[in-house]
Nanobody, 121 residues
Framework: QVQLVESGGGLVQAGGSLTLSCAAS??????MGWFRQAPGKEREFVAA????????YYTDSVKGRFTASRDNAINTGSLQMNNLKPEDTAVYFC????????????????WGQGTQVTVSS
């Protein structure tokens, strides 16, 4: 069973940057994904990275601003978030999937605890 522990997040002004990290242990996975959930909204896909080759995939709203990556040596994935906007405010979750690049939350079978990202205007 894969276990995920997130770190990072916090409060930042619009235009600022934050980096989220997700340390993985146990089990195996092919993709690490990032999702977010804002108050009153459904959880939505943000980005994913293939664990084998580092291929990233992004939802349109974060393309050019967010970068998903992974470090196989330390089993840690990262989400670098630049030029943050107030609409990026949400709880962010990392997740692990046995499938290659999934955008549906149902494709992921392990989840981190979530970390709050708040972007002030």
């Amino acid at each position: 069973q894969v276990q995920l522990v997130e770190s990072g997040g916090g409060l930042v002004q619009a235009g600022g940057s934050l980096t989220l990290s997700c340390a993985a242990s146990g089990g195996t996975w092919k993709t690490m994904g990032w999702f977010r959930q804002a108050p009153g909204k459904e959880r939505e896909f943000v980005a994913a990275v293939s664990w084998s080759d580092g291929f990233p995939y992004y939802t349109d709203s974060v393309k050019g601003r967010f970068t998903a990556s992974r470090d196989n040596a330390i089993n840690t994935g990262s989400l670098q978030m630049n030029n943050l906007k107030p609409e990026d405010t949400a709880v962010y979750f990392c997740a692990a999937s046995p499938l290659r690049i999934g955008v549906a939350s149902s494709q992921y079978n392990a989840w981190g605890q979530g970390t709050q990202v708040t972007v002030s205007s």
